[in-house]
C-alpha cells in the first residue's frame, strides 16, 4: 500500500509540474478596416475591384497571454498597409504592399518584439515589406453598443477609427452579405460600418480619411 501511495503521489506531482510549465496561450479582441466595402453586394464589389479598396488598418488588442514566452495582457498592436491591389479574399488573391506598424508605448522593449512577432504571424505576407515601426500610446474601446460593432481606435496623431452598427439604411442595394471575408484568421468574425478611419503617419507614401463605408471586421482571436 505505501508503495502505491508514494507512486500515485509522484505521478500527481509530476502532472502538476507538467501542467505549470505549459505555454500559456494569448487571445483578444481583434478590428480590421479597409478602403473598400466588405459588406456588400457584388455589383458595388465589381465596381471597386482594380480601382480601389487597397489600404487597410489591423488592430489586435491582448486581452490576455504570452507570445514567445513574454507576456502581453493589456497591450495593442497596429498594422497599416497599403498593397498592390484591392484587399479582397487572399486565400486566392495574395497581396503585397508596405506597412507601418504601430506598437503600444506601454509595452517594454521585449514586449515590442513579441508584439511585432505575433503580428507577422497573424498577418502574413501582408508584413512582407515593413517601412516604418512607430510606438504611441493606443487606446482601444469595443462594445459600447449592444451588438459590440461600436468601437473606437486611438493612437496618438497616427490613427483614429470610429465604427458602429450596421442598420436598414446601410442597405443599398438589398443583396449585401460579407462579400470578402477579413484579412486575417479571427472567430465570431461580423461586419460593421465605418464612421471614420484616419492615418497620417509616413512611410506609405499616402494619408488618407476614410468614411461612411461598411468596411470594417471585428472579432476575436483565441491561439
Not at 59 to 79: C, E, F, R, Y
Not at 179 to 189: E, K, R, V
Request: charged share 20%; hydrophobic share 40%.
Amino acid at each position: 500500500m505505501k508503495i502505491i501511495l508514494t507512486l500515485a503521489t509522484l505521478a500527481l506531482t509530476t502532472l502538476g509540474t507538467f501542467s505549470s510549465s505549459r505555454p500559456i496561450g494569448i487571445s483578444g479582441d481583434y478590428l480590421e478596416v479597409r478602403s473598400c466595402d466588405v459588406y456588400t453586394g457584388s455589383c458595388v464589389a465589381n465596381s471597386e475591384m482594380g480601382l480601389s479598396g487597397r489600404e487597410g488598418i489591423l488592430v489586435w488588442t491582448v486581452k490576455q497571454g504570452t507570445w514567445k514566452n513574454t507576456a502581453l495582457d493589456g497591450l495593442s498592436i497596429i498594422a497599416v498597409v497599403r498593397t498592390d491591389n484591392t484587399l479582397g479574399d487572399l486565400s486566392y488573391q495574395p497581396r503585397d504592399g508596405k506597412a507601418v506598424i504601430i506598437v503600444d508605448a506601454r509595452a517594454s522593449t521585449e514586449q515590442r518584439a513579441a508584439l511585432l512577432d505575433f503580428a507577422r504571424d497573424r498577418a502574413g505576407s501582408l508584413l512582407s515589406q515593413i517601412a516604418v515601426v512607430e510606438t504611441a500610446p493606443i487606446v482601444v474601446n469595443r462594445g459600447l453598443c449592444s451588438s459590440g460593432s461600436c468601437a473606437t481606435v486611438k493612437a496618438g496623431r497616427l490613427v483614429d477609427i470610429v465604427t458602429r452598427c450596421l442598420n436598414g439604411k446601410d442597405h443599398l442595394c438589398g443583396n449585401e452579405d460579407n462579400f470578402y471575408p477579413p484579412l486575417t484568421a479571427i472567430n465570431g468574425a461580423f461586419s460593421a460600418f465605418t464612421e471614420l478611419a484616419t492615418f497620417k503617419g509616413a512611410g506609405l507614401n499616402l494619408t488618407w480619411e476614410l468614411t461612411g463605408q461598411r468596411s470594417a471586421y471585428l472579432g476575436t482571436f483565441a491561439l
